[in-house]
C-alpha cells in the first residue's frame, strides 16, 4: 500500500510542478458503492448489497477541458445472502454459506449473511469537460486497490469464518464515469458522479479453491466538494 501512496503523491507532485500555472482543485467525497463479484460459484449465489466509500481528490486542468483527476477512498465492497435458519445446532440444508456457517442467535425464519471486503482504492483518471459551460463530464482510466480486511457478519454479529488469507491484497482494473458540476463560485464546485469500477485481474489467491477465479467490480454513486488551491 505505502507504494501505491508513494507513486500517486509522485504523480500529484510531478503534474503540479508541470502545470503550475494552471487549475489545481482539491476535494472531499462520498458516496454509495453497489457492488458485484464475479467469476466464482460462491458469490454467484450472493446479492449486490449498498454499502460506503469516503475519501479525498485531487484535479488539475491539463487544458480548457481536459483534467487529470485522482483520489484516495476507503472502500467497502459488500454482498448479501438470506437463508433458513433451521435452529440451533442445525448445519445441513443452508444453500450459499460456505463450511455450513449457521447462527445460533436469531428465532426469525430468514437470516442475512455479509460479506464485506475494505479497500483503499486509488482511481487515476483523465476527466473530459464535454461543454463549455465545464458541467457535464465523463471520465476514464484505472484503479489500483489494496485489500485492508474482510469480514463476515452472520445475522447481524462478526462470523468466526475467515477468508482473509483466501484473498491477494493488490487488485487493480479500469474506471469508466460520467457526472456533472454544480459551480458556486469560480474557486468552489460540488460535482455527482456515477462511476464504475471494473476489476480486470484475480483477486483471489492462486490455491484458493473455494474462490478460485473471482474478480470484483463497484457501481458508485459520488458525491464530491472541489474547492481551487
Do not use: W
Amino acid at each position: 500500500m505505502n507504494l501505491y501512496l508513494r507513486t500517486t503523491t509522485l504523480l500529484i507532485l510531478l503534474v503540479s510542478s508541470v502545470y503550475s500555472q494552471e487549475k489545481m482543485y482539491l476535494g472531499l467525497n462520498s458516496g454509495v458503492t453497489y457492488s458485484k463479484f464475479r467469476g466464482n460459484n460462491y458469490f454467484k449465489n450472493m446479492d449486490s448489497q449498498l454499502d460506503f466509500l469516503i475519501g479525498s481528490s485531487f484535479d488539475i486542468h491539463l487544458a480548457e477541458r481536459i483534467l487529470l483527476a485522482t483520489n484516495i477512498n476507503y472502500e467497502r465492497n459488500s454482498v448479501k445472502k438470506y437463508y433458513e435458519y433451521y435452529g440451533p445446532g442445525v448445519i445441513g440444508g443452508i444453500v450459499g454459506i460456505p463450511y455450513g456457517q449457521s447462527s445460533s442467535s436469531s428465532s426469525t425464519p430468514k437470516n442475512k449473511f455479509q460479506t464485506r471486503f475494505e479497500y483503499i482504492n486509488i482511481p487515476i483518471t483523465i476527466k473530459y469537460l464535454l461543454n463549455y459551460e465545464k458541467k457535464l463530464y465523463i471520465n476514464t482510466g484505472g484503479y489500483l486497490g489494496h485489500l485492508l480486511s474482510i469480514k463476515n457478519i452472520d445475522d447481524g454479529k462478526e462470523s468466526d469464518l475467515d477468508f482473509n488469507n483466501q484473498f491477494k491484497k493488490t487488485d487493480y482494473g479500469l474506471v469508466l464515469g460520467i457526472g456533472y458540476n454544480y459551480t458556486f463560485n469560480p474557486n468552489n464546485f460540488l460535482c455527482i458522479e456515477l462511476r464504475e469500477s471494473y476489476g480486470i485481474t484475480t483477486i483471489s489467491q492462486p490455491e484458493s479453491y473455494i474462490f478460485k477465479d473471482t474478480k470484483r467490480n463497484s457501481l458508485n454513486l459520488i458525491l464530491n466538494y472541489h474547492f481551487k488551491i
